[in-house]
């Protein structure tokens, strides 16, 4: 049995209030697809002052997706810790059918973080203090691991901080 499962095992096993559980989900499900991100990106675009930071914050939401989900997922091709370990239950209704490494939602959330950290500190703070909380969230449900998380937080920074330099260049 390795870290990673232990650790999931102690998540799992600890009691935490219903409120908790619907947190968890609730910041899993918006950044599904990366909606929120888009539609938020989208609006920045419209307005003058934040036009150029709407186009980074979509860029690094384009090619993060699909360096994330297309590439690396299937290269890495890692069973997500409810498929492989039987003692974890996934928290979720409709569970994931893709791989597990890196996490998607956090590599999204924490570009989307940086791109607005990079153009506006406070902003950027805000939204890494939401970023982890969906990092949190993916391993609060099952879905995956800490490794996943953390090397989809670090992939998400760099793709963001590369983007910036792309856009501002």
């Not at 290269?75 to 791989?99: E, G, I, T, W």
């Not at 791109?115 to 703070?125: E, H, M, R, S, V």
Request: some cysteine; overall charge positive; hydrophobic content about 50%.
């Amino acid at each position: 049995m390795n870290w990673e499962h232990k650790f999931l095992q102690r998540i799992q096993n600890y009691n935490t209030p219903f409120f908790i559980d619907k947190f968890m989900r609730m910041s899993s499900y918006i950044t599904d697809n990366g909606i929120v991100f888009i539609f938020i990106s989208l609006i920045l675009i419209m307005t003058k002052k934040y036009k150029t930071l709407g186009y980074s914050c979509m860029l690094c939401l384009l090619i993060n997706a699909f360096l994330c989900n297309i590439v690396l997922k299937p290269m890495f091709a890692r069973m997500r810790p409810f498929n492989r370990y039987y003692d974890l239950n996934a928290l979720l209704s409709k569970l994931p059918v893709d791989y597990s490494f890196p996490s998607g939602h956090t590599s999204a959330s924490f570009a989307f973080a940086t791109a607005l950290f990079l153009y506006d500190k406070n902003l950027g703070i805000i939204a890494y203090s939401f970023a982890t909380c969906v990092a949190m969230s993916r391993m609060y449900l099952m879905v995956h691991y800490p490794t996943d998380v953390l090397c989809g937080a670090l992939f998400g920074t760099f793709v963001a901080i590369i983007c910036n330099k792309i856009i501002t260049f």
